[in-house]
């Protein structure tokens, strides 16, 4: 024990307190406290600010309506009512086109006799309201699932078989 003790003790005569009391440690300690109190500040703020937003939202939602009449004479209005038309027809539009490749992918691959077809369907549907990439990913997730559950030939035929219908969809 007594050797214990006295390879601690110096241990502790060897050891450079001025290593971690240096002023660029202090400094990188002391930015880091900062940051991390900002970062907390930040959060509240945000949280406080939007209470206060939702809260308030008709008021200033009226304001901005007063300020857009003043400033553009009902142009403006016209235009926003135009505009969520043309993008509500076009979400409902992609909703429906997913709906109908969700519904045929889940046929295919019950004709091919894929374990979990409905499931695998539904996300191929439900991906394809995704632009561009979407469709890709979804491909591949159900291609690497039954791969595992049905093997490299039914995993072949469903890649295919499903590339085709989203070509099909896609033209």
Request: proline content about 1%; hydrophobic content about 55%.
């Amino acid at each position: 024990k007594t050797e214990k003790v006295y390879n601690a003790i110096k241990e502790l005569q060897n050891f450079d307190l001025q290593q971690y009391l240096s002023l660029d440690r202090i400094t990188g300690y002391v930015k880091g406290a900062v940051g991390f109190a900002t970062g907390i500040f930040d959060v509240f703020v945000a949280i406080v600010v939007s209470i206060y937003i939702l809260a308030e939202r008709n008021e200033i939602l009226s304001f901005f309506k007063k300020v857009t009449k003043v400033m553009f004479k009902n142009k403006i209005e016209k235009y926003f009512y135009k505009a969520n038309g043309v993008f509500f027809k076009f979400i409902s539009s992609q909703f429906i086109d997913a709906l109908i490749v969700g519904i045929l992918a889940t046929i295919v691959m019950k004709a091919l006799n894929i374990k979990y077809a409905s499931l695998l369907g539904f996300s191929i549907g439900l991906f394809n309201m995704i632009p561009y990439f979407g469709a890709i990913i979804a491909i591949s997730i159900s291609a690497i699932i039954t791969l595992i559950t049905g093997g490299l030939s039914k995993a072949a035929i469903m890649l295919v078989s499903i590339i085709i219908l989203q070509q099909i969809d896609a033209n």
